[in-house]
């Protein structure tokens, strides 16, 4: 009997420690988000929505696709969008430096009154990914026509990314004619390439290194304001992109004699790979809920009571997190670095054993796991010297370093999303896929990946996908958004 009632006990003051852990979870959470940093006096500034909505749309109809194999190439659409701007801003071609980086990047220069000062810089690209041609008579309207209908502007670049360059410059055009100058050096950089090399950010990075130039804070396109797709967060959260996980794909190889299917050796090149396919997929890289859990920090005072609870007491719940979250690709990819076989070659003819097989293999590195950390966890996993591996050239970048988030260049990103969507949870988040922003480590630290504009599950879809479209009024808020936040971050203070 005494034993019952110690377990109770001790059951109670369990349950006891767990609401006490979540319920300063929720305050720590709220206190942070109602923290917000004061904006900069600047006049009072709304977008001429349709005006901008026009300059979005000629944009759209210039197509600066960027093709795996370079020779499909049109420079000529570079320069005729390069043009378009010049006549779209002169105020920003009047007052800042301009100069064309490698091929057909864009860097601008607006100097600040105090030049002692780390300058600041906001990103974009100018490229798209192709249409697919299987897929065109899915859109609603063609994806380069920039159509401006049902309250959208349609085409490729609206979400991916020629919104934020064009909202961009429309938001220092009109800093311009409203006499502000910032404090701090600003600038604007434009990658031409970003969907298949990046080449373009990294000679805009190259050049400013070899100028002595070190950034006080960047920022590119990434996390967005998303509209219910954070799993156990009901409505609007703002995912300011604080790390970028790394990319590795390696050719996984076997030589073994080659001969008649008739006579099979006990092994050969083909079982050989497939053994060690096999072994890779079994033994995954282990998953990290730590990865995730500033997010949820964050997102705290809105996440469900289920959440809340879990995510304020790892230490007993981590385990069943991790469960759940390894449970679909999308969330697994978030605490882990994943694997995938997706080449598999090998063999002629269906009676000949082949001499070679081989596959590749492509990793997607959480920041932490280094490309070689990734490269000897894969050597004891396969355990078999037959089985030979190396880089696909070119196709190699660690993860990223994970930028702060105690800092004024975040505080002002979150802040300035408030004052458009009004007390939006914001939280770190690492992005899955690629960007420019990974080039600049080089020269800051303060690297982030945030579009102003919302978008749900069916507009993700849509990125790189069929009608790609963004609505006139959300890319208002976006002109606005840089206008309010360029002055917050070129100030003396940062
Ligand atoms: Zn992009």
Known sequence: MQIVGLILALLLILVAFVFIRTFLFIRKASLENGSDLPGVDV?????????????????????????????????????????????????????????????????????GKDLSLDPVLLAAHQDVVPAEGSSLSQWTYPPFSGKIAEGFIWGRGTLDIKSQLVSLLESVEALIANGYQPERTVMLGFGSDEEVMGVGAKAIVALLQKRGVHLAAMVDEGGSVYDGLIPGVKGLTGAIGVAEKGYLSLRVWVDDHAGHSSTPAESTATSTLIRALNRIVDHPYPAKVSMI????????????????????????????????????????????????????????????????????????????????????????????????????????????PVSPIDCDPYRHLASTAREFFPDLPCAPYIMLGGSDARNYYAICENVYRFSPYSMNDEDLGRVHGVNERLSVEAFGVMVDYFYRLIPRWSQKEL
């Not at 859990?293 to 879990?310: H, I, L, N, T």
């Open 43 to 111: 006049p009072e500034f709304h977008a001429d929505r349709d005006a901008a909505a026009k300059h979005l749309s000629e944009v759209i109809q210039i197509e600066t696709i960027s093709h795996e194999d370079p020779t499909e190439n049109v420079p000529e659409n570079f320069e005729k969008l390069h043009k378009l701007l010049a006549k779209n801003y002169p105020l920003v071609y009047k007052t800042l430096k301009h100069e064309v980086v490698g091929d057909a990047s864009l860097l601008f220069t607006w100097p």
């Open 293 to 400: 859990s500033p997010m949820f920090e964050k997102y705290g005072a809105v996440a469900s009571p289920v959440m809340q609870m879990a995510f304020g007491n790892l230490w007993l719940f981590g385990g069943v997190i991790k469960k759940i979250l390894l449970k679909s690709g999308e969330t697994a990819a978030t605490i882990r670095t994943t694997t995938a076989v997706t080449i598999l070659r090998g063999g002629v003819k269906d009676n000949i054993i082949p001499g070679h097989a081989e596959a590749v293999v492509n990793f997607r590195l959480l920041p932490g796991d280094t490309i070689a950390y990734v490269c000897d966890r894969l050597r004891k996993v396969i355990a078999d010297d037959r089985v030979q591996f190396e880089p696909v050239r070119g196709n190699a970048w660690e993860a990223s």
